[in-house]
């Protein structure tokens, strides 16, 4: 392989890394995966694992964390907020936990 070669694999193979870490469709990411482990082999670079580029799962909007966190917070005080009579189930009133957050000084996301 002459090095220009070399040179359009290597960036070939950044291209695919590229596009593979955001995807979360499970036949787009198996392909990519694919693609990327052959271009690591001409490379003679063993491929990383599928499962550390990324995930089938698309990220959690901070905006959603910030609030599971405010709700753990208020949990950890021994505020309950979950009015459902049984585990399976969860009530929250929005407003409530809004209101509780505020009077024990925990962060909330803005609304």
Same mark, same amino acid.
């Given at each position: 392989m002459t090095v220009a070669d070399r040179?359009?694999?290597?960036?070939?193979? +950044?291209?695919?890394?590229?596009?593979?870490? #955001?995807?979360? +469709?499970a036949i787009k990411r198996q392909a990519l995966y694919e693609e990327l482990t052959e271009l690591s082999t001409l490379l003679g670079y063993p491929a990383p694992a599928l499962a550390v580029l990324g995930s089938? %799962?698309?990220?959690? #909007?901070?905006?959603?964390? %910030?609030?599971?966190d405010a709700i753990e917070e208020l949990n950890n005080l021994g505020i309950k907020?979950? +009015?459902?009579?049984?585990?399976?189930?969860?009530?929250?009133?929005?407003? %409530?936990?809004?209101?509780?957050?505020? %009077?024990?000084?925990? #962060?909330?996301?803005?609304?």
């Open positions: 040179l359009r694999v290597h960036r070939a193979r +950044h291209d695919v890394l590229n596009k593979l870490e #955001p995807t979360t +469709h089938t %799962e698309p990220d959690e #909007p901070t905006v959603i964390t %910030e609030f599971w907020t979950n +009015h459902a009579r049984d585990n399976a189930t969860l009530a929250i009133n929005i407003n %409530e936990v809004v209101r509780l957050a505020q %009077e024990n000084k925990i #962060p909330l996301p803005d609304r």
